[in-house]
Nanobody
Framework: QVQLVESGGGLVQAGDSLRLSCVAS????????GGWFRQAPGKEREFVAT????????IYADSVKGRFAVSRDNAKNTMYLQMNNLKPEETAVYYC???????????????????WGQGTQVTVSS
């Protein structure tokens, strides 16, 4: 079964850090662009970051630039999201996602992804 499984969420205070992990269940994760999105209650799913197949290129939402870092370890079929200096307004369910193989788009829109994880809750208290 092809799936993505996130972990690493939790309850933190404003200014704290968290690292999310996303493990792919199939061996060819390296052939797909990876992305992170988040969704707060009552809001639409929001782009956070994307990373190219090799890991050499990343794109970030303006709101997280300089604080978040996306990375991947293709040998482990795993993608990460390091989140620093978290803010209360960033409380949301965080999702990782994967495109189809060899996808060449930017990867900043939800419709570009065909496989999604179940999400992990991140709560930032003030």
């Amino acid at each position: 079964q092809v799936q993505l499984v996130e972990s690493g969420g939790g309850l933190v205070q404003a200014g704290d850090s968290l690292r999310l992990s996303c493990v792919a269940s199939w061996a060819t994760f390296s052939s797909r662009t990876g992305g992170w999105f988040r969704q707060a209650p009552g809001k639409e799913r929001e782009f956070v970051a994307t990373i190219s197949r090799s890991g050499g290129n990343q794109i970030y939402a303006d709101s997280v630039k300089g604080r978040f870092a996306v990375s991947r370890d293709n040998a482990k079929n795993t993608m990460y999201l390091q989140m620093n200096n978290l803010k209360p307004e960033e409380t949301a369910v965080y999702y990782c996602a994967s495109t189809v193989p060899s996808y060449s788009g930017a990867g900043i829109m939800p419709y570009e992804y065909n496989i999604w994880g179940q999400g992990t809750q991140v709560t930032v208290s003030s």
